[in-house]
């Protein structure tokens, strides 16, 4: 948990963003119009904690993606609707005055020349719960051996998409999958059907590994790489799932006292899967939703099909947020320090939406991606923490004026 000098950092940060105000419970949003909400004050300060450079880098990657769409698609922000023209526009002079060097309040001056302010409305509470995914790395084989049975599949060609409504690319809904049983379509199999060898005649196999735990866990992350046996490495992504809902195990083994809930993270989830090998695929099964992979050419990828930025990049529910856009948040986050110890501190920048989840559903719900190495995965482990999420959405311009 956090130390108190921590939580008083946080606040101090806090108070940068906005003055702290008491809010009434708010029913569940679920509609992109109530996601957002105009409640800040005209004279807020955003300090940005990381470098410019990171901060272009994820920049590039939604300009790249939004400059696909036609200059008319429409993004909801909350109470108001912006082009994919307007966001580029924006984004582009912003991109312009991003240097090397720059101060914190640099960067943020820099934004708010082009952006206001817009705050999610959040969970029932009305705040925003954080937490962290990573880029795992786990041992691996092209070929089964004794050693290496577990199969990575890829896609099966009878899965299909489902749209979840006539307009869900307006509302930036993410792909369901399911397959043809007769003339509906139902649910793929679930992971104790695919696991108990439904699949296992289709040849389906990227790869092989040797621990199921290891292979579970990437696929909640969505991505991870394969070090396999000579060395080298092979990135894998997200390709589809089943269309089976996410369960969380770790809510199924707080529920069944086996994990306290204040000591619940993916690292106690490992070690208990670990103590207790069979009751292991019972609580693995108890997730339904299983995840299909392809290899990547390059670095992890959101849902845009663009490169996630580590610490630059954020999860958030699709049907609700807009995808691509620039974000603010405010939370902690963990750090290893040199004699093994971790301590937490304040978490304080500007973000992209560029990725979305099963388990990420709400207002109240952000997921910040940390990359790889030991510090992303304690963070990605340990992340539960309270914070505040804020939507930069692009100041009305006056249109122009042509004299006679």
């Not at 994919?84 to 060097?101: H, I, K, N, Y």
């Not at 307009?167 to 999958?177: G, I, M």
């Not at 080298?232 to 799932?241: D, F, H, L, M, P």
């Not at 199924?252 to 070690?271: H, W």
Request: glycine residues 8%; proline residues 7%.
């Amino acid at each position: 948990m956090p130390t108190r000098s921590s939580r008083r950092l946080g606040l101090l940060c806090l108070l940068l963003v906005c003055a702290a105000c008491a809010r009434a419970p708010r029913p569940p949003v679920t509609r992109p119009q109530d996601a957002l909400v105009a409640e800040l004050a005209s004279n807020v300060a955003l300090m940005d904690d990381a470098d410019p450079a990171s901060l272009r880098v994820a920049l590039d990657q939604s300009l790249s993606w939004l400059r696909t769409r036609p200059v008319d698609h429409r993004f909801v922000y909350g109470p108001r609707e912006v082009t994919a023209g307007e966001l580029v526009s924006a984004l582009e002079r912003l991109r312009a005055r991003l240097t090397d060097g720059m101060s914190s309040l640099d960067v943020s001056k820099a934004v708010m020349e082009d952006f206001e302010l817009l705050e999610s409305a959040g969970g029932e509470d009305g705040t925003v719960l954080f937490t962290g995914y990573y880029e795992p790395v786990i041992e691996a084989s092209l070929a089964p051996t004794a050693e290496y049975r577990i199969p990575v599949l890829s896609a099966p060609d009878d899965l299909i998409e489902v749209p979840l409504e006539p307009f869900a690319e307006r509302f930036a809904s993410e792909r369901v999958f399911g397959r043809l049983e007769g003339r509906r379509v139902v649910p793929y199999w679930n992971r104790a059907e695919i696991r108990g060898g439904k699949l296992g005649e289709r040849k389906l196999e990227l790869a092989w590994v040797k621990d199921p735990v290891s292979l579970f866990f990437m696929e909640v992350q969505g991505s991870g790489t394969l070090r396999l046996i000579d060395g080298t490495e092979r990135r894998v992504g997200y390709a589809a799932s089943n269309g089976r809902p996410y369960r969380s195990i770790g809510a199924l083994l707080i529920q069944e006292g086996a994990i306290p809930r204040e000591q619940m993270s993916m690292q106690a989830l490992r070690a208990w899967l670990a103590a207790n090998p069979s009751e292991r695929e019972r609580v693995l099964d108890y997730n339904e939703s299983y995840v299909f992979f392809r290899f990547l050419p390059g670095a992890a990828v959101g849902s845009l099909g663009r490169e996630v930025t580590p610490g630059r990049s954020i999860a958030t529910d699709a049907r609700l947020f807009p995808k691509g856009g620039l974000a603010f948040i405010h939370t902690d986050h963990p750090v290893r320090m040199a004699d093994g110890s971790v301590q937490w501190r304040p978490l304080s920048r500007f973000v992209f939406n560029q990725d979305t989840g099963g388990a990420i559903r709400g207002a109240g719900r952000v997921d910040v991606f940390w990359g790889r190495g030991s510090q992303a995965e304690l963070a990605a482990g340990m992340m539960k923490q309270k914070g505040r999420l804020l939507f930069l959405v692009p100041k009305p311009r006056a249109p122009a004026v042509t004299a006679r």
